[in-house]
C-alpha cells in the first residue's frame, strides 16, 4: 500500500494575498495561534521518490513530511500553487526537476549573511 506524503508551503503576506479570495483559502492551515499559515500540498509515494534522490537532503520527518528541500524548490512549488489555484501541481514542478536542481546547487555555495548596522 503506497503512503502520501505531504510538503508544507509556508505563507508570509505577501503569499497570503497571492491565493486570498480562491479556494485556496479554504485549505489554509494555522499554527502556532494563527501566526502562522500553511499549505499542505500532497504528494504520492513514487513523486516522494523524486525528490528525494534529487535533493541528497531532502528527508521525510516522522509525520511523513518532506523536509530539507531546497528553498529553489518550495519557491517553485508555490509559484505552481499561485498560478493554478490548485493544490496538485507536484508533477507540473517534477517537470521542472532538472532546473530546480541546478538552482539547488546555488544554494549550497556560500552566501555571505547580510550587512546589519
Known sequence: ????????????????????????????TYLFGGQLKSLIV?????????????????RIDSRGYIEDVPVAFRRALFEEIAKEKSLDVIDKVLER????VEAAKKEDEYIPPPDIE
Open 1 to 28: 500500500m503506497e503512503m502520501p506524503h505531504y510538503i508544507s508551503v509556508f505563507l508570509d503576506d505577501e503569499r497570503y494575498e497571492k491565493i486570498k479570495g480562491t479556494p485556496l483559502e479554504e485549505k489554509i
Open 42 to 58: 500532497e504528494v504520492p509515494e513514487e513523486k516522494s521518490e523524486q525528490i528525494l534522490k534529487a535533493f541528497d537532503k531532502a
Open 97 to 100: 526537476l532538472d532546473e530546480l
